[in-house]
């Protein structure tokens, strides 16, 4: 049962994948994420968005330019709700208007919302930078303790 909505719901596996349009990483994979994306050239990173925290990296841009590492998993915006953002093999048991609905009250002004099975999360996509080596430089350094 999550705990991310105040009523009870599960994951199931979707029937059909989402359109990826987001690399989620967490851990280690994140790790791994971030040293694939500092060898991407300039022109391989435009369109793509980033943003981070300890131990999560999550990359946005369209599904073909998105990278690969072993670990990765991939989100997309819900077609029902495109306010919230899944992961393209999983959905909440419930409906996903109603999940919105309730996400959208504890995180007033944040959209799109990411809702993530493991670890469970939800996490506000809406201060995505645009993916360069100095906001990787700057990840690194807070990943490194180093400041925000």
């Known amino acids: 049962m999550s705990q991310a909505t105040l009523f009870a719901w599960r994951w199931r596996a979707r029937a059909e994948a989402l359109p990826a349009q987001a690399a989620v990483a967490w851990g280690a994979a994140a790790r791994v994420?971030?040293?694939?994306?500092?060898?991407?050239?300039p022109e391989h990173q435009v369109g793509l968005s980033a943003t981070a925290s300890?131990?999560?990296?999550?990359?946005?841009?369209?599904?073909?330019?998105?990278p690969w590492v072993d670990g990765i998993a991939y989100a997309g915006p819900c077609t029902e709700t495109p306010g919230l953002w899944l992961p393209t093999l999983e959905e909440?048991?419930?409906?996903?208007?109603?999940?919105?609905r309730s996400l959208?009250?504890?995180h007033q002004g944040r959209q799109p919302l990411l809702l993530w099975p493991r670890p469970e999360a939800v996490l506000p996509l809406d201060r995505l930078l645009p993916l360069s080596q100095p906001l990787l430089a700057r990840i690194l350094t807070h990943?490194?303790?180093g400041g925000a």
Do not use: S, T, Y
């Open 104 to 106: 959208e009250r504890q």
């Open 143 to 145: 990943w490194q303790g």
């Open 92 to 100: 909440p048991d419930l409906p996903a208007d109603l999940i919105a």
């Open 54 to 66: 300890r131990d999560l990296l999550i990359v946005v841009g369209e599904g073909a330019a998105l």
């Open 33 to 41: 994420l971030h040293a694939r994306l500092r060898q991407f050239e």
